[in-house]
């Protein structure tokens, strides 16, 4: 299992939603920053995402990282409400990537 400071190497998360529409798992490959035990993606189209609606409708996901997966808790940040966390996942995204735009979706693992 690698630990944190690895998975911030890692350039790709891939995050697995179950369709909220076809009950089938849906996986995608996208960029990720880590804080605190806890992983965040951007949403580029924010709640117009799919994956971002498939969120919403069954929080529960699946994670894998390099060698390393794990199931855990998906959320859309609240701007207001999530501000701390919102800025942080924006501003880490923007060192490691050169890109912090788009809605913070903020994954627990379990």
Do not use: C
């Given at each position: ?7 911030s ?36 189209h ?9 969120i ?14 794990f199931?855990a ?16 996942a924006?501003n880490?995204a ?17």
């Amino acid at each position: 299992m690698k630990n944190e400071n690895q998975s911030s190497r890692d350039t790709y998360l891939y995050l697995t939603t179950i369709g909220r529409i076809s009950g089938e798992p849906r996986e995608i490959e996208i960029w990720f920053v880590e804080s605190n035990g806890n992983f965040y993606i951007l949403a580029e189209h924010s709640h117009n995402a799919q994956w971002v609606k498939n969120i919403k409708q069954n929080p529960r996901v699946h994670v894998r990282i390099g060698d390393r997966e794990f199931d855990a808790t998906a959320r859309a940040l609240d701007e207001d409400r999530d501000r701390d966390d919102w800025l942080t996942a924006q501003n880490l995204a923007s060192e490691k990537y050169g890109w912090g735009d788009g809605l913070p979706v903020e994954i627990k693992p379990d």
